[in-house]
């Protein structure tokens, strides 16, 4: 079974420049997450989707973030402007709902944003 | 949403046993336990989930204390493998809007 696909793997960009991310999840994963993981913090949950539909993006920055999921498959984030501070790894995950809603979430390797 | 405490490192030899400790004092009557590990350069991977009740699996076992304040994940047998960043954190089950909420982790170093 192929994993979750993510690119590209790596990034450096110029302050106040754009940058997107695209991930393409498990076949037949209804769900869908974006993290922010900093250099020694654990991930953090910018954005969950449902098929199409935003689940909670309660932490996403929405004045410079902002992510799509068209015909509930492959998912875009983009960052626009981007800021030294977002200088992290970018990880997106899925998970197929499955009995009692515990879904083990199956994470990509990740895109390492570096802006300079 | 339940807070999570665990040692920030441990060391362990390989092929020995490893118990790696986590304290969720605030943990409601429903929160299942799931555990997390992030080997170096890569994704979290799911490694063992349970309510109450000890579970296993061909990764590890996980022991949950009577009164779930607290939970040991235990590796039977480390291998450099192992090394990693281990999570531990409660999750709301049955919660159609299930999400992870990471803390920092256990760095377990494993030595040959």
């Known amino acids: 079974e192929a994993g979750v696909a993510q690119s590209p793997r790596y990034k450096i960009i110029e302050k106040r420049q754009s940058v997107a991310f695209w991930c393409n999840p498990i076949?037949?994963?209804?769900?869908l997450y974006w993290y922010q993981q900093i250099l020694g913090q654990g991930p953090k949950l910018l954005i969950q989707f449902q098929n199409n539909g935003v689940v909670d993006d309660s932490q996403l920055p929405k004045d410079r973030f902002s992510a799509e999921r068209l015909k509930g498959v492959d998912s875009t984030l983009k960052i626009q402007p981007a800021k030294l501070e977002d200088s992290a790894v970018y990880l997106c995950?899925?998970?197929?709902?499955?009995?009692?809603?515990?879904?083990?979430?199956?994470f990509g390797p990740g895109t390492r944003l570096t802006v300079l | 949403d339940a807070k999570t405490t665990q040692p920030n490192s441990m060391e362990s030899n390989e092929e020995e046993p490893v118990h790696l400790p986590c304290n969720h004092s605030t943990i409601s009557g429903t929160d299942y336990i799931h555990w997390y590990r992030q080997l170096p350069s890569q994704g979290p991977e799911y490694v063992i989930h349970?309510?109450?009740s000890n579970v296993n699996n061909r990764m590890a076992s996980l022991a949950i204390a009577e009164d779930r304040k607290s939970s040991t994940l235990i590796l039977h047998r480390a291998t450099l493998r192992d090394a990693a960043v281990y999570y531990c954190i409660p999750t709301r089950g049955k919660d159609s809007s299930y999400k992870l909420i990471f803390g920092s982790g256990t760095r377990l170093l494993v030595r040959p």
């Open positions: 076949s037949g994963h209804a769900t």
């Open positions: 349970g309510l109450t």
């Open positions: 995950a899925s998970s197929y709902r499955g009995r009692e809603g515990l879904d083990e979430q199956f």
